[in-house]
């Protein structure tokens, strides 16, 4: 498993990652996070010619969806975010090794009930997966409960401080 821009993710998520990742796609997984502040959360590609699967992870756009630009979320809902996103971009994976997902992107983008059956797939994998972890690991792998670490820790604490200034102000963020 390769990793890039690792800093930009919650301490922890690589190394539960390593764990909960089946070999046959750990082996052949990049890895990258990148900074964008809406649209999805991550996506996930093959590249047929060398079967390397490589996952983006948007850290800013799975913030912004666990609300915690406008609420201030606490951790553990942040770190659940991220979780969810990475085990189900591993699931496309899963899906495409199983030979359950044929991996035609043109059809993705026009049919939605060949879209929704996809990401059904990947959202099945993740949420297996996510009870395995639940078995196995109290607060669902999270190394320092309440935690984050990271950019997202920091990220995390500038929303709960505007939350508190906007709130003071007798107003709320986007008002």
Same mark, same amino acid.
């Given at each position: 498993?390769?990793?890039?821009?690792?800093?930009?993710?919650?301490?922890?998520?690589?190394?539960?990652?390593?764990?909960?990742?089946?070999?046959?796609?750990?082996?052949?997984?990049?890895?990258?996070?990148?900074?964008?502040?809406?649209?999805?959360?991550?996506?996930?590609?093959?590249?047929?010619?060398?079967?390397?699967?490589?996952?983006?992870?948007?850290?800013?756009?799975?913030?912004?969806?666990?609300?915690?630009?406008?609420?201030?979320?606490?951790?553990?809902?942040?770190?659940?975010?991220? $979780?969810?996103?990475? $085990?189900?971009?591993?699931?496309?994976?899963?899906?495409?090794?199983?030979?359950?997902?044929?991996?035609?992107?043109?059809?993705?983008?026009?049919?939605?009930?060949?879209?929704?059956?996809?990401?059904?797939?990947?959202?099945?994998?993740?949420?297996?997966?996510?009870?395995?972890?639940?078995?196995?690991?109290?607060?669902?792998?999270?190394?320092?409960?309440?935690?984050?670490?990271?950019?997202?820790?920091?990220?995390?604490?500038?929303?709960?401080?505007?939350?508190?200034?906007?709130?003071?102000?007798?107003?709320?963020?986007?008002?």
């Amino acid at each position: 498993m390769e990793w890039h821009n690792e800093k930009l993710l919650p301490v922890g998520l690589p190394e539960l990652a390593y764990e909960i990742t089946p070999p046959e796609i750990a082996d052949r997984l990049r890895v990258v996070a990148l900074s964008r502040r809406k649209g999805k959360k991550g996506i996930a590609s093959i590249e047929q010619g060398q079967e390397m699967f490589t996952m983006h992870i948007y850290p800013h756009a799975v913030m912004n969806n666990a609300g915690t630009y406008l609420y201030g979320v606490p951790a553990t809902a942040v770190w659940m975010e991220f $979780l969810t996103t990475y $085990l189900h971009e591993v699931g496309h994976a899963v899906a495409w090794l199983d030979g359950r997902d044929p991996g035609d992107a043109a059809r993705y983008r026009q049919d939605m009930s060949y879209r929704w059956w996809i990401e059904r797939m990947a959202d099945a994998w993740a949420e297996e997966a996510l009870a395995k972890i639940a078995a196995r690991h109290p607060y669902l792998g999270q190394p320092q409960p309440g935690r984050l670490g990271n950019y997202p820790g920091k990220m995390l604490v500038e929303a709960v401080r505007d939350v508190f200034r906007y709130r003071d102000n007798g107003a709320m963020p986007g008002e």
